[in-house]
Each structure stands twice: as C-alpha cells, then as structure tokens.
C-alpha cells in the first residue's frame, strides 16, 4: 500500500517516542543503581564515579542463589504437574466427550476471572491448619489449582478440534485411552502445551500474592516475593534497591530475549483465548 | 450420547464395538479429568465457599466466629474507606484500560503501516517488556521514577513545569492518579501490541477503496479500523479491566493504599483487613463483593465484543 511520506514519519516518531516511555525507566534505575550506596541522586544523572560494586552488594544482601534456586524449584513444581494434568482434562473433555463433559467445561470457565485476592483469606487459614504455611509447597499447590481453569480451558480447546477419526482408528486397533492420549494426541498438541508451559513460567515467576501472604521466609518464596521482601528491607537506600531490582529481573529479561517470538505468541494467545 | 457428531461407522458390529468402548472410555475419561478437578475444586471452589461463608461471620480467624448475617455487607456500604476502594479500582479502570485501550488503538493505527520489518520487530519486543516483568519490580521501578527526585520531576522541571513537581505517590490528591500511570505503562505495549496483531488481519482492500472515496484518516478509523477489532478490543478490555479491578502488586509495592487511604483498592484491603487487622469476616465480605464485581463488569464486554462472531 501506498504511504505518504509524512505519514511514514510520523508513524515511526510515534513509535519511538512509545519505545523511549518503555525504556527510559529502566534506563534510570540502571544509572541510579550506580550511584554510592545511601546516597538520594537524581532521577537520570550518570554518577561521578560508577559504583559498580552495587550489583555484588545487591547479590549478597538479597542471596541470589538462593532465590533463584527457590523460584526454579517452585516453576518446576508446579508447571510440569499442570501441564500433565490440564492436558488430561482438556482430553477428556474436548475429544472423549465424556458425559458431563459441557457441565465441566463450565464449572472451570466460572474460574477464569477469580481474582486472586477473592481467595486468599481461605488458603492461608486452611495452609495453616495444614501444617504447610511458610514451605514452598504453600505457594505450589494453591497455584496448581488456581491455573486449572485457563489451563484446561486451553487445552481443551486444542482438542475439540482435533478430528475424532484419529482416535477411531487407534481404537479400532486396540489401543487404551491411555496409549492413545500419551502416543498420538500429547505429541500432537505440542505447540499448546508449550506456550501454556511459557505462560505458567512467568506467571509463577512473578506471582506475588502468594508468596507475600503464605511465605514470610524469602529465600522460600518466587522471585517477585522475594523482590517484595528485598524492597521491604531496603526502600531507603534507593541505589542498593534499584540494583537490588535489576539483578531479580536479569533472569527474566534474558529469557525473554532468547525466546521472545515464543514468548509474545504465548501471551497473545493466552489473553486471546483467555 | 456421547460422540453423536463424530461420523457413524459403517457396519453394524463395528458400531456396537465402537459403542462398547466408548462406553468404557467415559468412565476412564472422567479418570483424566480427576486430577485437575480435585486440584481445583480444594484449592479454588473450596475456598471460594468458605469465603462467601466467612462473609457472614465476624471472626478474627481464632477464636468462635458469630454469625451476623448481612452486617459486613452493611459496613462496606456505610464506612467511607472501605466502599471507597470500589470507587478507587473503578478509576483505576479509567487508567488501566480506558486510556491503554483508547491510546493503543490510535497508536496501533498510527504505526501499522510503518511497523512493517526490522522497526516493527524491535517494536514488538520493547513494548511488550513491561509485560513479562514482575509486576512488583514495576512498582518498584514507578516508586523511584515518581518520587520527588525522580525522573518524572526531572523532565517537568526541564519542560519548564518545576512549579507543579511534588512526590506524586505520597500528595493525597494526585496518588491514584499517578499509580494509574503505572497501569498505563504496563498495559499500553501490550494492548497497542495485540491491536496491532489484529490490525495486520484486516484486508488492505478495504482501507484502499477508503482512501480513493476520500476518507480521513479518522473516518477510516471509526468505519473499518474500530468495528473490525471489534475482538481483539473486547480483548484488551477485558484483560484491562481485570488488571485494575483486582490490583494488588502494583499499589502494595508503589503507595501500599497510601496516603492514609487515597490509593487502597479492594485488593490492598482485603490484605489489610484480614491479615493486619484480623477482621476475618468483614475482609470476606469484601473479597466478595470484588468477585461479583469483576463477573459483572466482565460479561457485558464479552457479550459485546463476541456477539457477531459466535
């Protein structure tokens, strides 16, 4: 299509300029996070001396290792089983068609728009009579149950149009459901499952709600509880926070460059079919 | 009864073979469905029920509960703070979503045409980072950016605005406003992202036989653009929406429901309530009422945008 030079310009003025409103802010905690330790510097001023030691100091006070490993053991808690048992679910319902199958369907739609905070007052109270409150697994099993609706409700779309005759002609063969399910219909519904499997990592990375309400230890919490903790902690010294805050997303911004196509397809989709 | 639109097999005994089968298969079906239905049903319906149930009690989550029926449905209405947080998410909305979706859409507009090849790309990437970041690292980021020696103030004083700079976050008048900014960075990327997804699916045809009628640029917007987006917007307002009505991360991190109580959202108190407070029941009644209030504001959207497609 033919476009008017103007036009053109003022296309991609306007879109740098949209570029410069998302980038300049992290830009400005970068420089303010190089700035001495304590010290209250200005918004975007590139320090005299950079104190590059920041990021160590952030390291060690906030113990990185320890959070990482903490909010990967949580992501492999929980995304693995959910996808498993989602996958089941929007099998059972979307391709078996089993009795009940729309009644179910509806049962877990009804939870797609729960907020979160509806919820939790019950899930602390019944975490504690539990025993589990303040573990790891108070955060992994709450989020389990609390994906199942989109979690299912996309897979489940996946499968209703998948056409039955693949199914009719393994069972002809004397296949069980099972072989069926796990040789010929989980292969074939990889691309879902795979960006379901993205959406639910960053979800469960940065879920905060939980971590904040059912684990005061942070090194037990995701990576956006235990940002929460850090700030609690140091909101005052202003360059050791926005260190503190770089370092914590650093994992994220690095996955997110290597798989970004993946990444943007997944959250599109997910609001999408959402 | 249950595989009735797949096709019929054609001889009789592999029919009743079939039937046989898929007889069993549904009781080994409901098998498939078991776990997620018992991870859902004891960790979202459960609580959902006693939620609702707690609602009804006032309780300080230890001791006996007494039922007072209707009483903190009564106090939500009557205490200025507390029905003030519905007040407070709905102009939340108008930050989240009113001005994500309405600014994405002529913004998407603007640069469909130009987001075409290694620009668009880079685009796509940039926009959508605030989108894939803890949500909590945004109010971290927005804290400092709004404070008094913040970006923010930095560039109103170098537009020549110095006499309107303050510390956005902690002036009673200007501190839901400026926790909507927030919103507004979060949320613009990725609305103006997927319109423009939605965009790029639109027949150039229509916009060329637009153009040789003579159209503008905003009646090409307001004939072809907004009515064939018509999904995708439903979309971004629904996301949007939800995003603001039950926020949470974004205020605890940026003001907490400060100050005193200018930024509190349902959200920050139902924490505040139950956790700080101990006011089991009356936070229930809240949550509550945040629950009904999403399901309403959510179905007229989806009813809207969805109509002529289903």
Known sequence: ?274 | MTSDNRPVAPTLSRRNFLHRMVRRESAIGWLFVLPALVMYAVFVLQPLVLTVKYSFYKWNGVSPATWVGLKNYVTIFQVPDLIGTIYNAFWLVVWFSFIPVGLGLVVSSVIHRVATGRLGAIARTVLFLPQVIPLVAAGIIWGWLLALPGLINQLLKAVGLGAITRAWLGDFQWALSAVGMIGIWVLLGFCTVLLLTGMTKIDPALYESARLDGASWFREFLAITVPLLRNEIGVCLTVTVIAALAAFDIVYVATAGGPGNATSVPGIQIYVLAFAQRAVGLASALAVMLMILVVVVIIPIQWLSREETR
């Open chain 1, 1 to 274: 299509m033919r476009v008017a030079r103007g036009e053109l310009w003022a296309g991609r003025l306007l879109l740098l300029a949209l570029m410069a409103f998302t980038i300049l802010p992290f830009i400005s905690i970068f420089v303010t996070a190089l700035h001495p330790s304590g010290t209250v510097p200005n918004g975007l001023e590139w320090p005299a001396v950079p104190q590059w030691g920041n990021f160590a100091e952030a390291f060690k006070v906030a113990d990185m290792p320890a959070l990482l490993l903490s909010s990967t053991f949580i992501v492999l808690a929980v995304v693995p089983l959910s996808l498993v048992i989602s996958t089941m679910a929007g099998f059972a319902i979307g391709l078996l068609r089993i009795p009940g199958a729309r009644w179910l369907l509806f049962l877990f739609v009804f939870g797609l728009t729960l907020p979160f905070p509806g919820i939790i007052i019950p899930i602390y109270l019944l975490e504690r009579a539990a025993g589990i409150y303040n573990t790891r697994l108070a955060i992994v099993l709450p989020l389990i149950g609390l994906y199942m609706p989109f979690a299912v409700f996309w897979m489940r779309a996946h499968f209703v149009n998948m056409p039955g005759e693949i199914s009719d002609a393994a069972r002809v063969d004397g296949a069980s459901t099972w072989d069926m399910f796990w040789s010929i219909h989980v292969p074939l519904a990889r691309a879902p499952i795979a960006s379901l499997g993205i959406l639910m990592s960053i979800w469960t990375w940065n879920q905060f709600l939980l971590a904040l309400v059912l684990v005061e230890d942070p090194t037990q919490r995701t990576m956006a509880g235990a940002l929460g903790a850090f700030q609690g902690h140091y909101a005052t010294d202003i360059p050791l926070l926005c260190a503190g805050t770089i370092l914590i997303l650093v994992p994220t911004l690095v996955l997110f460059i290597l798989f970004q196509r993946q990444i943007i397809t997944a959250l599109l989709q997910g609001s999408v079919k959402g």
